[in-house]
């Protein structure tokens, strides 16, 4: 066990249950979190040493995933403030190391701000922590660290993103959305009353040069071979009449939502569904073929662990959908969605097989060109728990190893109720932007990255204010904020 007093007002009970211990290569591991008074424990699965995550909340992206150092699991209690100034300040100085052998050459500024960073630091870790001075230490250590961090960050994005523009002025990175990846049955009316309204259509048109609405499973799929392809094509023509690329799929969401009744009576039949995937699919593709380039098989695996499936019995089927797409599309591009690309879903469920045995399974099948791994922020289940970009950046970094293209699909909520609530409106829509800006331009540093979308276009009274416009129809910031960026740094098509 490993257990952290704290002070009573750093962090609500609700945000420490989210806490969570990660062992070999920050994979998070099930996690037991109890609360008793100023201290917090924490028993997880497996012994031996290893770091804890615990949300925090930051002045610019609302709330981020603090880490420890590596420590060691034992009964005496650690002091959590200066172990996470400890775990932040480490990685800040590892990539900044790393950064300068790749050229980053930070500024005066910042170079002053570091050591003043590890002088501090000095004083506060030879400390009596018994001392109450030693927490008061440690908790001015981190309010110092979250501004360092972001001015580390846009330092080398600027930077970077300059030295590639020698090059090219314009990324080839196509920036497209999704009409509704939260409510995967919604018609494809939002999309079009949102391009009825001239400001909005303006907007998109800057900002977009690919659109996915594709109609899921259950709303094709009536009854066993009885299709109704009249939606799919609704939604084809409207793209082309638009002026846009289609993105297609994800063919087979595996969110229960997105499965038609018939099909989720039979989930535990293992032959007859995957027999009815399989069909579905060959269909589709033989139906569309020449309809798109980028085509997306899969998505939702990971975080929709009631769906049914085994972990070894999902993959198999996934391989075997990625090889019948690849079959009937050769020069397309053939994608399969990694939701929770950092692993998030092993806080809750107890994965029988490790997070790289599942991505060595995938990029084995020759067909697959490339993972599109879904990004959505938050805090509940089935989304990635908010890290700072710099973090998820060298995340996203490991998939790099299976020699794949990879894209990113992206969401950001702009409310944080349930953690923010004494924050304003505006301030909130602010966190949306500061995060959505920093992920776009982490992406495109990174050559690997073949293209971004946003997983979300608007909100509805049924889902988390992840979209770009909100219930009202009213545009956020952060649409403009993306059209912005495209114009600026992106090709056009």
């Known amino acids: 066990m490993l257990s952290f007093r704290f002070p009573s007002e750093f962090a609500s009970k609700a945000v420490f249950e989210h806490a969570f211990y990660a062992s070999w290569g920050r994979l998070p591991r099930l996690t037991d979190v109890e609360i008793r008074d100023d201290l917090l424990v924490l028993r997880p699965e497996t012994k031996g040493t290893g770091t804890v995550h615990i949300p925090v909340s930051h002045p610019k992206y609302g709330i981020l995933l603090q880490s420890t150092e590596t420590l060691l699991q034992r009964e005496k209690p650690y002091l959590l403030l200066k172990e996470l100034g400890r775990g932040q300040l480490g990685r800040m100085l590892r990539l900044l190391y790393e950064w300068k052998l790749l050229g980053f050459i930070p500024s005066e500024a910042l170079g002053r701000e570091v050591r003043d960073l590890i002088h501090t630091f000095g004083i506060m870790a030879t400390s009596d922590e018994t001392d109450p001075r030693t927490e008061r230490m440690a908790a001015e250590l981190l309010d110092l660290l979250a501004p360092m961090g972001t001015h580390l960050t846009d330092q080398y994005f600027d930077q970077m993103i300059a030295v590639r523009r020698k090059k090219t002025a314009r990324f080839p990175v196509p920036l497209g959305v999704f009409e509704n990846r939260v409510s995967p049955a919604a018609p494809l009316s939002l999309l079009e009353s949102s391009w009825n309204n001239e400001q909005i259509r303006t907007v998109f048109d800057e900002a977009f040069s690919l659109v996915a609405a594709t109609p899921s499973w259950k709303e094709v799929e009536l009854a066993p071979g009885k299709y109704d392809w009249e939606p799919v094509e609704r939604y084809f023509q409207f793209v082309r009449r638009i002026g846009k690329k289609p993105l297609v799929g994800p ?243």
């Open 251 to 493: 063919i087979l969401s595996f969110d229960p939502a997105s499965l038609p009744s018939w099909v989720r009576m039979k989930i535990d039949d293992r032959e007859a569904f995957e027999n009815a995937a399989i069909r579905y699919t060959i269909e589709f593709v033989k139906r569309f073929r020449d309809r798109g380039s980028y085509w997306i098989v899969s998505s939702d695996f990971f975080s929709c662990p009631d769906c049914g499936f085994s972990i070894g019995r999902g993959v198999a089927l996934i391989c075997d959908l990625i090889r019948e797409v690849k079959h009937f599309v050769p020069d397309g591009t053939v994608l399969v969605g990694i939701d929770q690309p950092c692993g998030d879903y092993y806080r809750t469920n107890d994965c029988p097989l490790p997070f790289i045995a599942i991505a060595e399974s995938l990029a084995s099948v020759r067909a697959l060109d490339a993972f599109l791994l879904d990004i959505k922020i938050g805090m509940d289940p089935r989304s990635t728990l908010p890290r700072d970009p710099m973090l998820l950046g060298r995340l996203i970094d490991l998939w790099n190893i299976w020699g794949k293209e990879l894209y990113v699909s992206l969401s950001v909520p702009s409310h944080w109720d349930d953690f923010q609530q004494n924050r304003s409106d505006d301030w909130q829509m602010q966190v949306q932007l500061e995060w959505t800006v920093r992920m776009i331009l982490m992406c495109l540093t990174k050559r690997n990255i073949h293209g971004i979308f946003w997983n979300h276009l608007a909100d509805t009274t049924a889902t988390k204010p992840t979209g770009l416009i909100d219930a009202d129809g009213r545009m956020k910031p952060t649409f403009r904020k993306i059209a912005a960026l495209r114009q600026s740094l992106l090709e056009s098509s």
